[in-house]
């Protein structure tokens, strides 16, 4: 611990600044996964099924009740289309094309936030490293030949620590970019393809 301590205080005030940026980027990733795989994941087949089954059944106001109750985005995409029921096809199609369009950038918001976070994390860390060195070269300016070398290279190693920070900060922002990125268009994806299957049905059983 006292260790990992000594690491951070030797990089100087740049450090604070990437921890923020580190802390930011894992609050970005653990609040999208639990949006991403938690609020908006439901069991899609038993869910459009159950909403066919009550259409047929000429149950239209109970299959928009039973899509109230989930706040994820596929249900609210389908009762945007079931309270169009009496209306045109092309009525049905525009409100779930409308719903779409509010819900389906929920997914996807922040997310490239992480890319951006790394990428500064990065910088900053080079930053750091610059003014380091500028700060070690500066000192041993007017230290006494023998010494130069000594302080010149303690101070290179103590400059590196904000550039090894802002790669250690960088690295689960740019992972948790990859595996967000990926499982939001797997969701979007799925989404789609249930709300063309629930448009299909709706439009045809009329």
């Excluded at 994390?121 to 060195?133: Q, R, V």
Aim: charged share 20%; hydrophobic share 50%.
């Amino acid at each position: 611990m006292e260790s990992i301590i000594r690491f951070f205080n030797s990089g100087g005030p740049v450090m604070y600044v990437i921890l923020f940026s580190l802390l930011l980027g894992l609050a970005i990733i653990v609040e999208r996964i639990i949006s991403i795989r938690f609020k908006n994941r439901i069991d899609t087949e038993t869910f459009v099924n159950k909403v066919i089954e009550l259409v047929k059944n000429g149950n239209a106001n109970r299959a928009i009740e039973y899509c109230t109750r989930s706040n994820a985005a596929l249900p609210k995409i389908a009762k945007a289309g079931l309270k169009e029921l009496n209306n045109s096809s092309s009525d049905i199609q525009n409100a779930m094309e409308l719903a779409a369009m509010v819900e389906i950038p929920k997914l996807e918001k922040r997310t490239s936030y992480l890319s951006m976070i790394a990428n500064v994390a990065t910088l900053l860390g080079l930053l750091g490293t610059i003014m380091g060195l500028i700060s070690s070269f500066a000192a041993v300016a007017h230290a006494d030949a023998a010494d130069k070398a000594t302080l010149l290279s303690a101070g290179i190693s103590l400059a590196m620590n904000t550039t090894a920070f802002g790669i250690i900060a960088a690295i689960p922002c740019l992972i948790g970019y990859s595996y967000l990125v990926e499982k939001t268009n797997e969701l979007i994806d799925e989404i789609n393809e249930n709300v063309a299957r629930l448009y299909r049905y709706i439009t045809v059983s009329r």
